[in-house]
Nanobody, 122 residues
Framework: QVQLVESGGGLFQPGGSLRLSCTPS????????MGWFRQAPGQAREFVAA????????WYSDSVKGRFTISRDGAKNTVHLQMASLQSEDAAVYYC???????????????WGQGTQVTVSS
């Protein structure tokens, strides 16, 4: 069982930047691919970014490509989502997820965090 904890959310201005982090509680992420998803009010949860277990491959949704960067630290026990050039459309609850394969599908990730709220407003 992998318990994930997201942090770094809050209120940010359009055009601003932030970094979300995802850490496990009492376990390691070293063997897991990681994904970030988000859910805006009234909308389905959507894929944002994913990174392979060894950090060698990353994937992004078209809406965030070029603005967001997913990474994992040297010890492979924290995953970050660096978000830049924030838009109002980026406002959502952001979830990190862990699975054996990095895919764009929610169902590939059995382990999820509780989410962190990102609000974008001037």
């Amino acid at each position: 069982q992998v318990q994930l904890v997201e942090s770094g959310g809050g209120l940010f201005q359009p055009g601003g930047s932030l970094r979300l982090s995802c850490t496990p509680s009492g376990s390691t992420l070293i063997n897991y691919a990681m994904g970030w998803f988000r859910q805006a009010p009234g909308q389905a949860r959507e894929f944002v970014a994913a990174i392979s277990a060894n950090g060698g491959s990353t994937w992004y949704s078209d809406s965030v490509k070029g603005r967001f960067t997913i990474s994992r630290d040297g010890a492979k026990n924290t995953v970050h989502l660096q978000m830049a050039s924030l838009q109002s459309e980026d406002a959502a609850v952001y979830y990190c997820a862990a699975g054996l394969r990095a895919t764009l599908r929610e169902g590939s990730y059995p382990y999820w965090g509780q989410g962190t709220q990102v609000t974008v407003s001037s």
